[in-house]
């Protein structure tokens, strides 16, 4: 038995892996490997302080920084920046001096299934999720670099104010006045579809 057994913001491996299964639907490599992200940054953080979060891609990362931190997408706390880069930074609210954690092709290669699902070398349908896995968690957090950073909070800028939409008539959020992001075609979700006739 391990003398000291790595733990996740004060889990057990096993106690963050039911999390994740739970609340993301099953063990997603990204949200397992985030877990092990998210406590390097945090250990380079004094304690009692309020801290945001940044996910630098929309996939996986964010689902466990908002399950081992407060921040989440909702309270605002959590912001996701796709830099398309596996990484994600936690920072002090008040000076924006943080950590940020990457996951770092350099480490890979002792890791041939990791290093596979890392950098899209396979097909999704040709990789080995069980070796993968067993992987990331034989490495612990050996995969990861991690580094001081100053986030410079005044490029994050907050869409604070409520317009309405002269093309839809909604109201939205925005920095300026002008048309949402639907009907300016910045966020083409989907199209309205026709209301059925009822019989």
Not at 51 to 80: F, H, K, M
Not at 102 to 126: F, H, I, N, T, Y
Request: glycine fraction near 10%.
């Amino acid at each position: 038995m391990e003398e000291n057994p790595i733990r996740i913001r004060g889990l057990t491996v096993e106690e963050y892996l039911d999390r994740v299964r739970n609340f993301h639907g099953y063990l997603a490599p990204g949200v397992v490997s985030g877990g092990f992200m998210v406590e390097l940054a945090c250990r380079r953080l004094p304690e009692g302080r309020l801290y945001d979060a940044i996910s630098e891609t929309g996939a996986c990362l964010p689902d466990a920084i908002q399950l081992l931190t407060p921040c989440t997408i909702g309270n605002g706390w959590l912001r996701v920046l796709e830099t398309g880069r596996f990484a994600l930074a936690i920072y002090d609210k008040e000076t924006g001096r943080g950590a940020r954690a990457a996951l770092d092709p350099g480490r890979l290669s002792a890791w041939p299934a990791v290093k596979a699902w890392a950098l899209k070398l396979q097909a999704k349908s040709e990789r080995d999720e069980a070796a993968i896995l067993a992987g990331i968690l034989a490495a612990e957090t050996g995969l990861y670099k991690v580094e001081p950073v100053t986030v410079d909070k005044s490029r994050l800028t907050k869409m604070d104010r409520i317009f309405i939409c002269p093309a839809c008539g909604e109201s939205y959020r925005a920095h300026r006045e002008g048309r949402c992001g639907f009907c300016s075609g910045e966020v083409p979700l989907y199209t309205a579809a026709d209301t059925p006739d009822e019989e």
